[in-house]
């Protein structure tokens, strides 16, 4: 009888490269399925994860049906479709409520706290009323234990914690055993997340660029499409210019996945994020309502303080704002 886990592929550890071999290692079909699914996912390839997915969403294998309904809910968010997102997150919610209510072994528990953590904490929506997840983490196989981290540290940055959340994630990596590129090119994101928040720009850039380089050769260009906004044109410094092929597919999905989370996101929670600006003018809305000067943005991105100038004059046309102080309001955390 096969061990079912929650998100196969990215549980596995392999050398970066190696992620369809992996996949196509996978003996049970069922298993095989959603791993070639989150590869679909992870290289940005959201509808052929959904042709795929849809078939699970039902499962009577818990295991299946969560991973299944995560890759469902934000493959469509890549491809706005709403409807289809919140299926997805209902079906994560379901299978939580499920295992709150019956006796299931406990890693079986934590795998669906874990997807409800995941279906709320990124896309900033509150988790009340959810258990706490932190004791039950380490019931959870490496690779997703190592992912289960970002997620808390994501939520850990969310409440304003951000060098906790740093060094939950730094304290994650020397920990791991072996590597696990995907649960790690995550983390190195939510670190540059936090080392940018903080105007530590050399540490970002490090940070930002290893996880590129765990991501690049196996084509994962999701977690830096996720990110986007929070990374406060760290993708604009570190990859546009070393990579402008992986950079135009990053900011093309940028725009398709963003107007899908802020759709979600607005229509669940009273904060409400701006959709009305470009992949460049929301990095410098960011960095702008964080308080850098014309200069540091300007340095930043690699643009001229002139340029910038012109950028802060649209996005303040585009909100009806005339200070940065007010843009706070539209931007994410």
């Known amino acids: 009888m096969c061990d079912y886990v929650v998100l196969p592929l990215l549980n596995s550890s392999f050398e970066p490269g ?116 932190g004791e039950y983490s380490r019931m959870l196989p490496e690779g997703l234990r190592l992912f289960a981290t970002y997620v808390m540290a994501h939520h850990t940055y969310l409440n304003g914690e951000i060098w906790s959340a740093y060094g939950m994630g730094k304290a994650a990596l020397f920990m791991a055993e072996r590597p696990y590129p995907i649960s790690m090119t995550y983390i190195h994101c939510m670190m540059a997340v936090c080392a940018i928040n903080r105007k530590h720009k050399k540490e970002a850039q490090e940070e930002m660029l290893r996880s590129w380089e765990l991501a690049k050769m196996d084509g994962f260009l999701e977690p830096f499409i996720e990110h986007h906004g929070l990374l406060r044109g760290l993708i604009e410094a570190c990859i546009r210019n070393r990579d402008p092929e992986a950079y135009q597919r990053i900011t093309k999905g940028v725009l398709f996945f963003s107007r899908g989370w802020m759709a979600l996101h607005n229509s669940e929670n009273r904060r409400k994020v701006t959709g009305e600006l470009s992949t460049m003018e929301f990095s410098i809305a960011m960095l702008a309502s964080g308080g850098w000067s014309n200069k540091e943005i300007g340095e930043h991105l690699g643009i001229s303080i002139n340029t910038v100038k012109h950028y802060l004059t649209d996005i303040f046309c585009k909100l009806n704002v005339k200070k940065r102080d007010e843009l706070k309001k539209f931007m994410l955390k």
Do not use: W
Not at 24 to 52: P, S, W
Not at 111 to 117: F, H, I, P, V
């Open 18 to 133: 190696r992620a369809r071999e992996v996949v196509e290692g996978f003996v049970d079909v069922d298993l095989r399925n959603i791993a070639r699914a989150e590869l679909f996912y992870f290289t940005g390839q959201a509808e052929e994860c959904c042709e795929i997915t849809r078939g699970y969403l039902s499962s009577r294998v818990i295991e299946l049906k969560l991973s299944a309904c995560i890759l469902y809910g934000y493959s469509n968010l890549t491809l706005g479709n709403v409807a289809a997102a919140k299926r997805g997150m209902e079906g994560i919610q379901s299978c939580v409520k499920l295992a709150m209510k019956k006796k299931v072994p406990k890693d079986v528990y934590a795998s669906c706290l874990l997807a409800g953590y995941v279906g709320a904490v990124l896309l900033h929506l509150p988790t009340d009323g959810m258990p706490a997840f």
